[in-house]
């Protein structure tokens, strides 16, 4: 991964002037990324089990670290004490997202003086959902509703359960043998009967959104709905589950006041750090290269599915029960992983995997040249349990399970431009049909 930040740092942190950013990035003033090299993850993956760094990203041979100021210095000092390179990489995680915003916003400005055909969003209706920006979860709401009223037949959407602060967790099913003849009436059911002869129905789950600040996630999930709905080849014969936005809470305080926010927003007595990471409360061989501290980025929660956000999806994957596919959408690496994530040891069907893996790969790469690298779970040195992957390898038995981490290698990291939406929906789309095709 070259450089999340390979533009020169020289701001420091009195240059700044955070006014010009949003308030979501304010508390990140004097933040630093830091980068350590391979090796020594038992030290790296402990530091982030205390509680004083963030690993953003988890899957990679090196590390990037953010740490905030009050920590730096003990960061150092255990990185010295162990023989451990490391080199700073942002010297202030405040003015990069400064840079970032700007260049957004030029980007943005170019985009509508090219005159493109404007994608609306109002403050009560959403037709489709945007690629040119990031949404809110308002608007995704919006979208949502207005989804059964022009698909009644095709398109079903369900709360499965509620957030801690009380917020509806959408599920979207796309049902298989519907599309042809809500596009194409009766000559559509004939041709529905055709194709359902020579083909088997495959079911299929997508989580996005699990964890708050990878916006690429639920923006990816969205863009599949529509591509699903859109093309009757996919989901004629494909039974289709789709939940674009697993944690609202975490997502909505991403936008209104920390934009580097991970976990859930559960309230932890006798702590005063909130959220349990979503992404290691799943009960399978729970507890395993996950944090005990409420302050770390990747706490387990007080007992596996403590929280409502997997109780709701684990109690929907269950209902639908048989499920071919499983895919969780994170960010970033462009990395498509297969259980276990909890021990080196091989998983059932691991071989199916790996191959159906390369199977998507190479539908993905073909539009625009993205690579995305197809590896274990745990890789063989950084073991986590309570995914939902293991989980649905290990409790549900589904087939073909993976935790794809989306777009980019590394160079924006979590801030992936809005004008990289489409490509990277597209991409996937192309992975998921090249897989899908090549299954039945
Ligand atoms: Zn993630």
New binding site residues.
């Given amino acids: 991964m070259l450089a999340w930040f390979s533009v020169l740092w020289v701001a420091t942190v009195g240059l700044v002037n955070s006014k010009e950013l949003p308030s979501n990035y304010h508390q990140l003033r004097g933040h630093q990324v830091w980068q350590v090299s391979d090796g020594m993850d038992d030290v790296v993956q402990g530091l982030e089990a205390e509680g004083v760094v963030d690993v953003l990203d988890?899957s990679r041979s090196r590390r990037s670290l953010r740490i905030a100021p009050q920590h730096q210095e003990y960061v150092h000092n255990l990185l010295k004490d162990n023989n451990m390179d490391y080199k700073i990489h942002i010297e202030e995680l405040l003015s990069f997202f400064q840079e970032e915003e700007s260049a957004e916003e030029e980007s943005r400005l170019s985009r509508r003086s090219e005159s493109r055909e404007q994608q609306i969003c109002t403050a009560d209706s959403c037709p489709q959902p945007l690629t040119d920006e990031y949404m809110t979860l308002d608007q995704m709401e919006w979208y949502l509703s207005e989804l059964t009223d022009s698909h009644p037949d095709l398109v079903d959407v369900s709360s499965i359960g509620k957030s801690v602060e009380g917020r509806d967790i959408w599920l979207v099913h796309i049902k298989a043998g519907k599309c042809r003849e809500e596009k194409e009436g009766k000559r559509g059911r004939r041709a529905k009967r055709m194709a359902r002869r020579s083909m088997e129905t495959k079911t299929l789950w997508i989580e996005g959104g699990?964890?708050a600040r990878?916006w690429i996630?639920p923006a990816v999930a969205l863009r599949l709905i529509d591509n699903f709905i859109n093309d009757c080849s996919m989901s004629e014969t494909n039974e289709v589950y789709i939940v674009p936005m697993s944690n609202p809470d975490g997502y909505k305080y991403t936008w209104t006041t920390d934009r580097m926010w991970?976990k859930n927003r559960a309230v932890i007595s006798n702590s005063e750090c909130k959220g349990v990471d979503l992404?290691r409360n799943w009960d399978y061989h729970w507890g395993v290269g996950a944090s005990k501290s409420p302050c770390s980025e990747v706490y387990q929660g007080l007992s596996a599915f403590s929280e409502p956000e997997t109780q709701a999806l684990r109690d929907a994957m269950k209902k639908v029960g048989d499920i071919d596919l499983v895919l969780s959408l994170?960010?970033y690496g462009q990395v498509l992983m297969y259980p276990w994530g909890w021990t080196a040891d091989p998983a059932p069907d691991t071989e199916a995997m790996k191959k159906m893996g390369d199977i998507f790969a190479g539908g993905a790469r073909e539009r625009h040249g993205s690579t995305y690298e197809v590896v274990n779970s745990a890789g063989g040195f950084y073991y986590a349990s309570g995914a939902t992957d293991d989980w649905a390898k290990g409790k549900l038995n589904s087939k073909y399970v993976y935790?794809l981490?989306l777009r980019d290698g590394g160079k924006h990291g979590f801030k992936l431009p809005s004008d990289q939406i489409l490509d990277a929906g597209n991409e996937v789309w192309d992975g998921i049909k090249r897989f899908l095709n090549a299954l039945n």
Wanted: hydrophobic share 10%; proline share 0%; glycine share 0%.
């Fill in positions: 988890h699990l964890h990878e996630s991970r992404n994170h960010s935790t981490e």
